[in-house]
């Protein structure tokens, strides 16, 4: 996200057909304003309608002014149920704390003359029930439908903002805005290496990876045993900007692998919203962490396999078929869009794959058109996503280079037709295309670069000058791997690029999401209670399947499940780190 500072902004600049209506109301309003300062009469009156369903809602709001001109309004109202919350305001910025609200004029509608009226509106959620609000202040003043005179009543300070809380506002890049939360399970981990002090300061996600990680638990054979509020507490008393979390729980989890399979069955949509969502959405709506920006990494592979991974496709497989079906991927990303985006200070970055996935022609506007569709199908629509992830937990170069990708390279096997052959190029091009199927302009983008730096002493140093165009993109290209399908930990790699904010135009930051030194899947079957299976992909001795062309896997010997710590791999990707440490 970029260009944007002012909160609530983004909801208007959506809503530009709905700008009409309240410009026309103004005008007409403001034809009979006799404003007389020395008599300063101050008075309102709202309407307030809703247009309801199973959870959602929209407010339409109609103020109008009966006292003297105004330059700017602040409304300002109870909602009667905790459930009920504001997700996206129009001709109007909004603030919530708590039931609070305050509706505020924009950069365009604060003057409002006597007898004008202004129509902000918004949609918001609820659960129960949706009451209207019963009473309302307008600048302070109550609106009675009728005046009263301001000098006698001690709440009308139209200077005096009561609850603007402005920590609670949606920025524009939440990694601008300063030190990212570091996970101290993963620093003692990696601190417990030789050599390991010089990364273990560097901010990685935290990953929900079952129910049971939302509350903590007490065995650490995985990924830790700290829940989500034991992290967001650390996150508070670290004084962390930000903190970012993987919600990674979908039903039929990783439909085209084994080794990240999860708890819930493809049908269980029902436990995900409520077991899982609902629970992580209360935790991070709680006001002691209204001072953090509250990331989230949404569903990791799981729109991107409903494109590649089914139907007619050589690479389909059962499981992923059953998700295009039952639609709960769709389902269970939207869901999960809509809770957390109704949270002022959370951000939502979906999960994009990277360019050796969907950077062919056919993937690329197929997986962007999904996630378009999934997107608007959201309560609040384009407005609850900020950015996407390319190149979470996977190898994929940054940049290569000594390669440009042109009709000559790419007849090679490595590049195969792919239109990329990098992240930066990848992640650029894809954003336009979200951009132009309807996405947010400041729409901002982030790459892993956990495990992409391809340094060491295999590293080519300069194009290599082979008239093969095979062996002249082999010897040339830095990302090591064996086939640009492979992904259970590659051998080879090394850290890439250091968590940074805002590195490049429309890219909100590199970042470690996958926490460098935790496995992607075990080598050989190892029993677990968390639903993993083995996937012969993490076998070295596996020569492949369609998805990488039965190429031998490439992954490193000995490896635990999928999240637990793998020592062997961390020492590898510092020794390759690149930049170097
Ligand atoms: C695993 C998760 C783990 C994550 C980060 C995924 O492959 O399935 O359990 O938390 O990697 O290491």
Redesign the pocket.
Known sequence: MRFNLLPGAKSTRLRRGLVVGAALALTSGTVVAVANQAMAASGCQVTYTTNDWPGGFTANVAITNLGDSLSSWSLEFDFPNSSQQITQAWNSTYTQSGQHVTLSNTAWNGSLGTNATTTPGFNGSWSGSNPAPTSFTLNGVACTGSTTDPTSDPTTDPTTDPTGDPNVDHVDNPYASGQGYINPEWKAKAEAESGGSRVSDNPT?V?I??IA?IEGTDDSS??GSMGVRDHLDEAVSQGAAYIQF?I?DLPG??CAAL??N?ELGPEEIGRYQTEYIDPIAAIMADSAYADLQIINIIE?DSLPNLITNTGDRETATDACDVMLANGNYVAGVQYALNKLHAIGNVYNYVDAAHHGWIGWEDNFSAAAELFASTVQGTTAGFASVDGFITNT?NYSALSEPYITVNAETKLSSWIDWNLYNDESTFATAFRSELVSLGFDSGLGMLIDTSRNGWGGSDRPTGASSASDVDTMVNESRIDRRIHKGNWCNQSGAGLGERPTASPASGIDAYVW???PG????SSELIPND?G?GFDEMCDPAYEGNPRNQDNLSGALPNAP????WFSAQFQELMANAYPAL
Do not use: H, Q
């Not at 935790?518 to 899947?521: F, I, L, P, Q, Y």
């Open positions: 996600a990953w990876d079952r990680a995985s990924n993987v990674y989890r990783d080794a990240s999860g990791i937990a999401v996958k926490p935790e496995s992607d899947g968390e993993k499940i999928s999240g637990a």
